[in-house]
C-alpha cells in the first residue's frame, strides 16, 4: 500500500475530491468506445482548482528533470494536455508546442502547433493516457517534424497491458503522476469504496473491453 507521503497519492486524493474522478462500480458509465467502464476520468477540472494545477505542474517540473534532463521544448497535447504543457514550459522557461489529435484541414494544415524550430526535442505533456493510441498519435505527429521525443508525463493512466505494451513497441518512456492502482488505494482509506467494490474495479481493469457489471 502506497505511503501518505506519496505524491502519487496525493495526486490520487485531489483528482477524487474534486470529482475529477468519479468511481461507479455498480451503475457503470459508458466511454465513447461502447465499453462499460465503472470510473470515469476528466482531469480537465483539475485547471479548476489553483493549489491542484500547482501542485500538478511542480510533479511534472520534478519528474522532467530527474528523468529526461532538459528538453529544448515542452509539448502539450490537445485538448487536456495544452494547459498543463504550457504551465511546465513556463515554469521550466521552455518553449511551448501542441498537437492536434489530427491535422487541420485548411490554412497550412498544421498538426504541430507552435514554433517547433527553436528546438529538437521535447517532453510530450498528457493529461490522461487509456489505450494509449491518441498520445502515441502525438508522439508520431511530433517525430514526423524530426522532433526527438524524450519521453512523456501524464496526470493519470489506467496502466491497461494494451497501453504499456504500445508504449514499449514506440519507445516512449511514459511516467504518469498517478495510476489505477494508486487510486483505488486512496478511494479506500478514504471509505470512497469498499473491499468488495475494489474486487469489481480490479477485474474491470483487467479486460475492460468484455467487464461485466453483474458477474464482477
Do not use: H
Given at each position: 500500500m502506497s505511503s501518505p507521503l506519496d505524491p502519487a497519492l496525493k495526486v490520487a486524493e485531489f483528482l477524487l475530491q474534486i470529482k475529477a474522478?468519479?468511481?461507479?462500480?455498480?451503475?457503470?458509465?459508458?466511454?465513447?468506445?461502447?465499453?462499460k467502464s465503472p470510473i470515469y476520468c476528466d482531469n480537465r477540472k483539475t485547471l479548476s482548482y489553483p493549489a491542484v494545477r500547482t501542485f500538478i505542474r511542480q510533479q511534472f517540473v520534478h519528474i522532467i528533470n530527474s528523468e529526461f534532463g532538459s528538453p529544448d521544448m515542452i509539448a502539450g497535447v490537445a485538448t487536456g494536455g495544452i494547459a498543463h504543457g504550457a504551465l511546465v514550459a513556463h515554469d521550466l522557461g521552455l518553449p511551448f508546442i501542441y498537437v492536434r489529435s489530427g491535422s487541420k484541414d485548411h490554412g497550412l494544415k498544421n498538426q504541430v502547433e507552435g514554433d517547433h524550430s527553436v528546438g529538437r526535442s521535447v517532453v510530450v505533456v498528457?493529461?490522461?493516457?487509456?489505450?494509449?493510441?491518441?498520445?502515441?498519435?502525438?508522439?508520431q505527429?511530433?517525430?514526423?517534424?524530426?522532433?526527438?521525443?524524450?519521453?512523456?508525463?501524464?496526470?493519470?493512466?489506467?496502466?491497461?497491458?494494451?497501453?504499456?505494451?504500445?508504449?514499449?513497441?514506440?519507445?516512449?518512456n511514459l511516467h504518469a503522476l498517478?495510476?489505477?492502482?494508486?487510486?483505488l488505494d486512496q478511494a479506500l482509506r478514504s471509505d470512497y469504496?469498499?473491499?468488495k467494490d475494489v474486487v469489481s474495479l480490479n477485474e474491470w481493469r483487467k479486460d475492460p473491453a468484455n467487464w461485466d457489471v453483474v458477474k464482477a
Open positions: 474522478v468519479k468511481l461507479s462500480p455498480n451503475k457503470p458509465f459508458t466511454w465513447a468506445s461502447g465499453w498528457e493529461d490522461l493516457v487509456s489505450t494509449g493510441g491518441s498520445s502515441l498519435n502525438a508522439v505527429a511530433l517525430r514526423d517534424e524530426g522532433i526527438e521525443v524524450k519521453g512523456m508525463v501524464s496526470i493519470f493512466t489506467y496502466g491497461f497491458d494494451q497501453a504499456r505494451d504500445a508504449f514499449a513497441e514506440a519507445k516512449v498517478t495510476n489505477y492502482s494508486v487510486l469504496i469498499t473491499e
